[in-house]
């Protein structure tokens, strides 16, 4: 297996007056070429922080982070904003769609500033909303809205897809569409994704599912087969 992204022994102390937090406590994490791993784990056991770090939108306090060739521990703003721009798509609970422009535009807008960007018709196409290029956010459910943010995300072809709670804000029906975007996405694209969530139910749809506890990867578990996202109930 190839290596994508390799983190090793992360920390990350908040400091607010004498008062100190660990979020994570000497983490290590491997992702691999194309796989989907799950990370589970309880509000406040830093998994949220985890995936802030290795995507670049935070730094841990020590540790090391390497993505492919290219160690990013120590990286300053600007090298830290063109590995986010240029290798890692984001999806988060909240889809931050811009409520003026349509599915086509919001997606469009990351394809400008991307290397090798997808036709934004076509990104949004393999989420399923092919016929829904033109509507704006008010004219689309929760899970559509959440759909054109994936399908936002992949428009650059990064080589690392983090999902944080993605299906967070969603029921469970529709939260199952979502993740079957998702799904798609990693097997049409070979995009490596990883989806932090707190629903053990979701773990199934993965290669390897990582549980997150005090800080640490505490398990790991790999799955013979990966369930569909439509098999999924909670």
Known sequence: MITTLTARDLTKIYRTGEVEVHALR????DLYEGELVVIL?????????????IGGLDTPTSGSVRFRD???TGADESELTRFRRDHVGFVFQFYNLIPSLTAEENVALVTE?????????????IVGLDKRLHHFPAQLSGGEQQRVAIARAIAKQPEI??????????DSETGILVLEAIDQVNRELGTTTAVITHNTVIGSMADRVLHV?????ASIEENAVRRAAAELAW
Do not use: F, M, W, Y
């Open 161 to 170: 897809l983090l999902c944080d709670e993605p299906t967070g804000a969603l």
């Open 41 to 53: 784990g309880p509000s406040g056991s830093g998994k949220s922080t985890l995936l802030n770090i």
């Open 26 to 29: 000497g983490a290590n994490l």
């Open 213 to 217: 506890a005090d800080g640490v990867i």
């Open 70 to 72: 290219h160690q990013l």
């Open 113 to 125: 500033i991307a290397k090798r960007p997808l036709d934004p018709a076509k990104a949004l196409g």
